[in-house]
């Protein structure tokens, strides 16, 4: 079957809540993909910053064949191996002290919402706490996390939402500063905005962050799930900031491709929230996605990622910079690691579409925004190959 007649069918199966791009991959290799036609592309997605490592990465593909062969799932009532070692390397990097394996990033977030509610309620046993989140902020799609999503279209026609929760703008103390009630038990957000538009938080309102929620023993939960795992120059994104958080989330990159999230929390939150009984998944913690953690883990090390990072973007930082300052119709470039977005004065639908012809994969953040989430492991002249197609699409 030709790639036309697959999408026709997609279209007439799959329920419509993606406005799709008309392509089909079917494989990939490095930082490149390949479509049903044998079209050659060049990612600057990565499966919206999952594939950290690029595709087909062979020890990577390896480990996770050898633990298919082995078992790929027992239940949580069992211990498994490649479990007990994500948990164990997972602390390591995060510094953080207690781990719970999810499937996704919404499942993620979740159980940090439950964990902050648990942890207030043992303090007071009341049950009308708040979570302040801030606008434009996006933290998934299950109840929950969409009630701390700070995009009302999202939200709307869903409601009422899980309630309690207050939203303040990022990178404005005062904003939060109005919204802190005795109440407050949680402040959630992402330490560089994905989906709202790339921005970075500002050291300066994290730390002023850190300090209230000090004060006040109102948990800091970072959402990590797109900033983190070294997309940002630093394992995790908070880790640049002189800040830790009481509660972290953390998944795309975390499995590299296996669907797997996590919540990881310090020792005192982990003494003092959830127990047995209070919180569960069938699939979180299998073989198959502790399998896909430790070898990630691994690989980030043996193949120096962060290093990699490091380098190459500052040269991509450099090379946007030199576009956004030659071009009217761009606002501005902004980001942090290989997370980056130019800001459009217009819609950049048609410049993406373009690019795609093009072979170059791109993908917006907002509507007037084009976001930049590469493999992690591109080099210096795959920023000139995309910089060179970006200019002939603009
Ligand atoms: C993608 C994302 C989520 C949701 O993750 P899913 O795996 O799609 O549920 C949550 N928070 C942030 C910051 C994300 O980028």
Not at 143 to 167: C, D, H, W
């Amino acid at each position: 079957m030709n790639m036309n007649t697959y999408i026709e069918e997609a279209e007439g199966a799959l329920l419509h809540t993606y406005n799709r791009f008309p392509i089909v991959f079917e494989s990939g290799d490095g930082v490149y993909l390949k479509d049903l036609n044998g079209k050659r592309y060049l990612d600057f997605v990565s499966g919206i910053g999952v594939f950290a490592l690029g595709y087909n990465n062979k020890a990577y593909n390896d480990a996770v064949k050898s633990q298919v062969d082995k078992i790929m799932h027992t239940s949580n009532y069992y211990y498994n191996v490649p479990a007990i070692e994500a948990a164990k390397k997972l602390k390591a990097v995060s510094g953080m002290d207690r781990v719970f394996f999810t499937n996704s990033g919404a499942e993620a977030v979740e159980g940090a919402i439950k964990t902050a509610r648990k942890y207030a309620y043992l303090k007071d046993g009341k049950t009308d706490h708040e979570i302040i989140a801030m606008e434009h902020s996006f933290h998934g799609r299950t109840m929950g996390a969409l009630s701390v999503t700070g995009t009302p279209k999202y939200r709307e026609a869903f409601q009422p939402m899980i309630g309690n929760i207050r939203f303040a703008r990022l990178n404005d103390i005062e904003s939060v500063k109005q919204q802190i009630t005795d109440k407050t038990c949680a402040i959630i957000m992402e330490t560089v905005q994905g989906e709202g538009g790339i921005y970075p938080a500002e050291k300066a309102f994290l730390q002023e962050i850190r300090q209230i929620c000090d004060e006040k023993d109102i948990l800091l939960i970072l959402d990590e799930i797109q900033c983190g795992m070294g997309r940002c120059g630093e394992m995790f994104a908070w880790q640049d900031y002189g800040v830790k958080p009481d509660v972290m989330t953390c998944a795309k990159a975390l499995g590299c491709g296996v669907p797997v999230g996590a919540f990881l929390m310090t020792e005192k939150v982990g003494q003092n929230s959830l127990v047995a009984g209070d919180h569960g998944t069938t699939y979180g913690g299998n073989p198959l996605g502790g399998a896909a953690i430790s070898k990630v883990m691994d690989l980030f090390e043996e193949e120096k990622v962060l290093e990699n990072v490091r380098e190459v973007s500052a040269y991509l930082a450099e090379k946007l910079d030199e576009i956004a300052a030659l071009r009217d119709d761009i606002i501005m470039h902004r980001g942090k690691g290989l997370m980056r977005g130019l800001e459009f004065k217009n819609p950049v639908g048609d410049i993406i579409n373009r690019a795609l012809d093009k072979g170059l994969v791109l993908i917006n953040a907002g509507t007037n925004v084009i976001r930049f989430l590469p493999p992690l492991i591109i080099r210096k002249e795959h920023v000139d190959e995309m910089i060179a197609i970006l200019k002939e699409c603009l």
